[in-house]
């Protein structure tokens, strides 16, 4: 039991660490749920965009000799903003070449439509990158401050990247509750969410707060594939599966469509894996090791959405009728 | 003022709106009636621009508003009060109105907030609380409030009346008139016609898709055809 206690500070991190990437990534599905009532599954790839436009901006910074020369503050800051904005683009462009025109189709048409996309992206990325760096595993550079750690007490170590991840993490919740709760734009969104028809009759451009939900989702995504590059360090075109699903996961654990739900969603289930992976064997005696953690995080899902199946924090998305 | 010329609209392969014509003076309230599935609907969501035609012209004064999207021709003072209320449930009602005012500038809006709720003083006493938790009634008022708040030239009403107690109805139909009476012109679609036909000025009678009737809503009262179809012999 020593040992539990021990690293119990250190799990938790990694649990909280986990859990705001994932909830970064699943605002991306949750938002698009929430004003189209479809599953963008290309997120994820939108998500890798983020964590390859990083690494790049930070080779070609390496490559001109600017990596050590720059403040590193700064060069966080370019490297969120450079992801968020590709991110975005390519989210917006998505919706305009595979969602908008299949609009009036039966649901499962842009679903396929979606699938294909995230393959399309998946391999577009990997011939661009095997042209230009003739690989497509790339590994971030790294940056000194980032490799620290802070001491708190004898026990308790966090590293810097850590407070990064849930540092930027915190600063775009904020930003996106503000932009959704506080600003025009933001009750175009929310209006667009529950009733698309009364709320073009609003006057609110319906296709443009579709799009600029591409745009928020898209590139909170992107920021989480930076961070993500920051914290791991590789990346390649078909990283963004597995985390992509985690957070997808994460937006109906919540309950899809709704944003605090999403962030809620993502914390659990973060804090589920770490925990499960670093417990699993403690408790069990070894009978069941780290590799079991998703098993158990999928457990604990499915058994949520038997009792609660519109998620933690579910509602009825649109209402329909009178 | 506004001057629709043979319209046809298709849901699909349905054709729900077969050629119909009409219009509205300025300053005028006119009634479109017709049993369930004539194409009243159709044609308010066909003006404000939620319904392309296959066919035929709306103009507003100088604007051929079959070319524009709702949220252009909200812009142009043309506002559609949707069947069924359709507010927004997860807004509260203050939030509601304000998405009726959202094409214009926030700087102008504040009288019209108290316009509204003088008209409705139920809306004040509500203010805070969600749009799916109002009754029907406070919901027909918000829905209305709603459209007041775009600073409307032209008020499309669909069945305000719809599923509301007898008292309330005549509450709603006062307003209305009221409205009207301040300058806005109003073209209203209802069931009651009896109802409607007392505050209008002039109605059009639709039958699965064309107009069968139109002419002064005193004239109408007393068609034999109106009577039998519509206000029960």
Redesign the interface.
């Known amino acids: 039991m020593d040992l539990a206690l021990a690293i119990f500070p250190q799990v938790l991190m990694d649990g909280v660490v986990l859990g705001f990437m994932y909830a970064l990534i699943a605002l991306g599905y949750t938002m698009v749920y929430g004003v189209l009532e479809f599953i963008n599954f290309a997120h994820s790839e939108i998500f890798v965009i983020g964590a390859f436009v990083g690494v790049e901006v930070l080779l070609l910074l390496e490559a001109s000799g600017n990596l050590a020369a720059l403040h590193p503050a700064f060069i966080l800051v370019v490297l969120l903003f450079a992801g968020m904005a590709l991110s975005g683009l390519a989210a917006v462009g998505l919706e305009r070449v595979a969602y908008r025109p299949l609009r009036g189709a039966p649901r499962l048409v842009p679903l396929i439509s979606a699938i294909g996309a995230s393959f399309f992206l998946q391999d577009f990325i990997r011939f661009i990158e095997s042209l230009w760096r003739n690989t497509f595993y790339l590994t971030y550079p790294s940056i000194d401050v980032l490799e620290k750690t802070i001491s708190l007490g004898e026990a308790v170590t966090i590293p810097v990247k850590s407070i990064l991840v849930i540092a930027t993490a915190l600063a775009m919740l904020l930003a996106l509750y503000l932009l959704v709760n506080r600003t025009?734009v933001g009750?175009?969104i929310?209006?667009v969410a529950?009733?698309p028809?009364?709320?073009?009759?609003?006057?609110?451009?319906?296709n443009r707060i579709i799009a600029l939900t591409f745009f928020v989702g898209g590139s909170m995504g992107g920021a989480a594939g930076v961070l993500f590059g920051l914290h791991y360090s590789l990346v390649n075109p078909y990283a963004g599966f597995i985390p992509g699903l985690k957070a997808f996961t994460a937006a109906v654990l919540g309950g899809i469509g709704n944003i605090p739900g999403a962030v809620l969603g993502g914390m659990v289930l973060g804090l589920m894996e770490a925990f499960a992976a670093s417990y699993l064997s403690i408790l069990t005696s070894g009978a069941f090791g780290a590799e079991y953690k998703d098993v158990f995080a999928f457990v604990v899902l499915i058994l949520i959405l038997i009792f609660r199946p519109k998620g933690i924090l579910g509602e009825k998305v649109r209402?329909e009728?009178? | 003022m506004l001057r629709v010329e043979g319209l046809h609209v298709y849901y699909g392969a349905i054709h729900a709106l077969k050629g119909i014509s009409f219009s509205v003076a300025e300053g005028e309230l006119v009634t479109l009636l017709g049993a369930n599935g004539a194409g009243k609907t159709t044609a308010l969501k066909t003006i404000s621009g939620l319904l392309r035609p296959r066919a035929g012209t709306v103009a507003l004064e100088e604007h051929a508003l079959e070319e524009l999207g709702p949220h252009e021709i909200v812009r142009l003072g043309v506002v559609h009060v949707p069947e069924g209320r359709k507010i927004f449930p997860r807004f509260t009602v203050l939030e509601n109105l304000k998405a009726g005012a959202y094409a214009r500038r926030a700087s102008s809006i504040r009288e019209d907030f108290d316009f509204v709720f003088t008209l409705f003083p139920r809306l004040k006493e509500r203010a805070r609380q969600m749009g799916g938790t109002l009754s029907g009634g406070e919901q027909q008022m918000l829905a209305i409030g709603r459209g007041l708040m775009a600073k409307p030239k032209l008020l499309l009403l669909d069945e305000p009346s719809m599923g509301l107690a007898p008292l309330l109805v005549e509450q709603i139909f006062a307003t209305i008139r009221a409205i009207n009476q301040q300058g806005v012109t109003i073209l209203l679609v209802e069931q009651n016609a009896a109802m409607a036909l007392s505050i209008s000025e002039r109605g059009y009678v639709l039958e699965t898709g064309t107009v069968i009737l139109e002419g002064k809503a005193s004239d109408l009262v007393t068609s034999d055809r109106v009577r039998q179809a519509y206000l029960g012999g």
């Open positions: 025009k009750t175009a929310r209006a529950q009733d028809d009364t709320a073009a009759l609003m006057g609110i451009h319906v209402e009728g009178v």
